[in-house]
């Protein structure tokens, strides 16, 4: 069944004011949503009510705002299955991811709510008597959240959840390729009891409205993921008006197989992580840097079995991956694979659209794998976001970690070796937000800080600890009890 999609502004459902859209199954073409875009003036409304809302829920206490949060996990634990059902059709991953992105909100739920009866501040000693000094940390205001397509439950939980737990109030947009998942997120939120005006959504592209989110006088943060270009045209915006912008954006992730390194579980573990959500992560991994001594028998394993992976409808139960978001996406990936080829890389298996059979009415890529990759070739240092992955030999532990380093991105990375000297220098040597060891370069949990270095974000963190920072103002408060006039560095000095 075709269900319609609006904006949600001050807690009412209203029509997008734009041209007509629609929201497809990437795998079968088959109609899920229809909206319409959203206007300037949609995003105007609803930052006004953003604004509007934003005293009364700063005032409301952070348990009481927690609460709310742990509702919408309940809420979230009831649909999950349901919820993952559609990100199988309209994302197209495979249903246990979908349930798995489900999950890592309900997981994010938990974890800040937690945060709402602690938000702990420092207490600092004062260099003078009778003087008590200590920090605490309250709402920004208006938030605007910008989510990609690739975690359409999961990502907008990482930002609105502690956004909403430190008391600050949202304009989201979800991604126009899951704009029904945006709603299934909003109605979450509301049934769970977030007050009108705190949480709004416009939907649609981001080019008509995106300046309208980042430069609005009365935004005064943006949280985004995506693109590295997208990224830092957002921050180049919000700079002159000195707002705050939190951006997790490209990885050109490698794993590193050391020649010591269990080869069964480097395969496997780098086919989850290349090919697992199609490759459609930020922390997918496209570079495997192999030693020279176990190359050719890695290689050799990893053909054998990535064409033998299924490809298939994210709702088939055996499907490894799915389809790929759109046409736009898979084209993409063709090119840099035809890239690849005339860059003198060797195809060794996949590089090409899959069109027969059940995949001819879907956006499908076969796993693919290029040997003979040397550093500096563009498919080893532009973002492809697909099932493809490169294969680079090595001879020096110095060479891998100069390889892994020599891109623009930092995210995440792998490294499997049995040598516990070695594993530990490389957590050390390895630029990366993410550094797993004996593991590939996806899976984080809620809990730990995640982002990345150099072009791939700007030193916030999501989840963690420190993506209450992200979304919140630090405050020193400095109480003087003496009754007289204290000067600092004078007076006890
Ligand atoms: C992303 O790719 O944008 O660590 C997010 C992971 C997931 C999140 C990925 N938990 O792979």
Not at 200 to 208: E, L, S, T
Not at 311 to 322: C, K, L, T
Not at 415 to 420: L, M, P, Q, T
Request: with cysteine; glycine share 10%; net charge neutral.
């Amino acid at each position: 069944m075709t269900e319609h999609v609006q904006n949600l502004i001050n807690g009412q459902w209203v029509e997008a004011g734009g041209d007509k859209l629609d929201s497809r199954d990437p795998a079968n073409g088959e109609l899920l949503a229809t909206f319409r875009q959203a206007t300037n003036s949609d995003v105007d409304a609803a930052i006004a009510a953003a604004k509007a809302a934003f005293p009364a829920w700063k005032a409301t206490p952070q348990p009481k705002r927690a609460e709310i949060i742990v509702r919408s996990a309940e809420i979230l634990l009831k649909r999950k299955e349901e919820i993952a059902q559609l990100m199988s059709r309209e994302n197209g991953k495979p249903i246990a991811e979908a349930r798995g992105d489900v999950q890592e909100a309900i997981d994010m739920a938990f974890y800040i709510a937690a945060e709402g009866r602690r938000g702990w501040g420092h207490t600092i000693p004062a260099e003078m008597p009778n003087k008590r000094m200590y920090t605490i940390r309250q709402p920004l205001g208006v938030c605007s959240l910008i989510t990609p397509w690739n975690f359409p439950i999961a990502i907008p939980s990482w930002k609105s959840y502690p956004a909403l737990v430190m008391g600050n109030t949202i304009v989201f947009k979800p991604a126009e390729d899951t704009t029904l998942l945006g709603k299934r997120w909003a109605e979450v939120l509301i049934e769970a009891g977030v007050p009108a005006g705190v949480f709004n959504m416009v939907i649609g592209h981001g080019a008509p409205i995106g300046d309208k989110l980042v430069t609005h006088p009365d935004v005064r943060m943006i949280s985004f993921t995506g693109s590295t270009r997208t990224g830092l045209g957002i921050a180049t915006k919000a700079a002159p008006l000195n707002k705050r912008v939190s951006l997790e954006m490209g990885g050109k992730n490698p794993v590193i197989v050391w020649e010591d390194g269990d080869l069964e579980l480097a395969v496997n573990a780098v086919m989850w992580a290349g090919y697992g959500t199609s490759g459609q992560r930020c922390t997918a991994c496209s570079r495997v840097i192999v030693h020279e001594k176990v190359h050719d028998q890695f290689l050799k394993m990893l053909v054998e079995r990535a064409p033998k992976l299924k490809v298939g409808h994210g709702a088939e139960p055996d499907s490894f991956f799915g389809a790929i978001i759109n046409e736009g996406q898979l084209k993409k990936i063709d090119e840099y694979v035809q890239i690849g080829v005339k860059e003198g890389a060797k195809l060794e298996c996949g590089g090409k659209i899959l069109k027969d059979g059940a995949y001819a009415k879907g956006n499908f890529y076969a796993a693919t794998v290029f040997s003979n990759v040397k550093p500096g070739m563009r498919i080893e240092q532009e973002e492809i976001f697909g099932p493809v992955i490169s294969v680079i030999k090595v001879k020096s532990y110095d060479e891998a970690i100069s390889v892994a380093n020599g891109v623009q991105y930092g995210l995440s990375a792998g490294f499997i070796s049995k040598d516990v000297n070695l594993c530990h220098k490389a957590s050390i040597d390895l630029d990366c937000g993410l550094c797993y060891i004996n593991a590939g370069s996806t899976g984080a949990e809620v809990s730990t800080p995640f982002g990345g270095w150099k072009n791939t974000g700007n030193g916030h963190r999501e989840g963690g600890p420190t993506v209450i920072d992200a979304f919140s103002e630090l405050k020193t408060v400095v109480i003087d009890y003496s009754g007289k006039v204290q000067k600092a560095q004078i007076d006890n000095n």
